[in-house]
Nanobody, 127 residues
Framework: QVQLVESGGGLVQAGGSLSLSCAASGRTFTIGAMGWFRQAPGKEREFVAH????????RYADSVKGRFIISRDNAKNTVYLQMNSLKPEDTADYYC????????????????????WGQGTQVTVSA
């Protein structure tokens, strides 16, 4: 099993920045890629970004491209999501997920591409 714990959510004004962290523990050697998803109130969960466990091949949803950066710290088994130029529409619960596949060929953009999920952290962007 793999355990994922997110942190770093909070309230920020539009145009501001936040950094989310996701610490992985347990059988981390089974992880191929890590992703971030988000779910806004009344909406379905959507893909935000993913990166391979080795830290390569980052991919982003069009809605966050150029504003969000996903990265990985190998030593800490932690994945980060740096969110810049935040907009009110970025308000959501953000979830970290781990996949047993590398997601490098076609990407992993769907919920069922991932095997493990964190509990989520709330991000609120005020206008």
């Amino acid at each position: 099993q793999v355990q994922l714990v997110e942190s770093g959510g909070g309230l920020v004004q539009a145009g501001g920045s936040l950094s989310l962290s996701c610490a992985a523990s347990g059988r981390t050697f089974t992880i191929g890629a890590m992703g971030w998803f988000r779910q806004a109130p009344g909406k379905e969960r959507e893909f935000v970004a993913h990166i391979t466990w080795s830290g390569g091949n980052p991919r982003y949803a069009d809605s966050v491209k150029g504003r969000f950066i996903i990265s990985r710290d190998n030593a800490k088994n932690t994945v980060y999501l740096q969110m810049n130029s935040l907009k009110p529409e970025d308000t959501a619960d953000y979830y970290c997920a781990a996949s047993r596949t590398y997601c490098s060929a076609y990407g992993c953009y769907q919920d069922n591409d991932y095997n493990y999920w964190g509990q989520g952290t709330q991000v609120t962007v005020s206008a």
